[in-house]
């Protein structure tokens, strides 16, 4: 506690002598220049504001359309030509079946072989 309210008073000393030593004339170039660098960060926001705004959009609108129409033609492929499984050995081997079964906790029978079906 006394530890905190010393370093809080010795913060407090120390930016005290930092602004006893200022001059106005540092103190208005700084400000001036200050002043410069929001104006000009001022004006590159608002281009990349637009730009995001008006091409970032458009274009993330226009890539999601393009992938869900390439996603429905791909299914459409799928229905028509199911894919075939190869039972390699060393697909679905287990040293023991899970307490719920011989599937794992995250089979999904569309796109996963079966380990009951090797049996």
């Not at 309210?5 to 930016?15: A, E, G, M």
């Not at 005290?16 to 400000?31: D, L, M, N, W, Y």
């Amino acid at each position: 506690m006394a530890s905190r309210i010393l370093n809080s008073q010795l913060t407090n000393s120390i930016k005290r002598a930092g602004v006893r030593f200022e001059t106005t004339a540092a103190k208005s170039s700084f400000q001036a220049e200050r002043d410069a660098v929001k104006h000009h960060a001022a004006d590159s926001a608002t281009t990349w504001k637009k730009i995001s705004i008006y091409v970032v959009v458009p274009a993330l609108i226009a890539t999601g359309v393009n992938t869900y129409n390439l996603y429905e033609e791909h299914q459409e492929h799928q229905k028509h030509h199911p894919k075939e499984w190869v039972k390699y050995p060393y697909i679905n081997f287990r040293a023991r079946d899970y307490f719920w079964g011989k599937e794992s906790f995250f089979f999904n029978p569309k796109v996963n072989l079966s380990a009951v079906d090797d049996e």
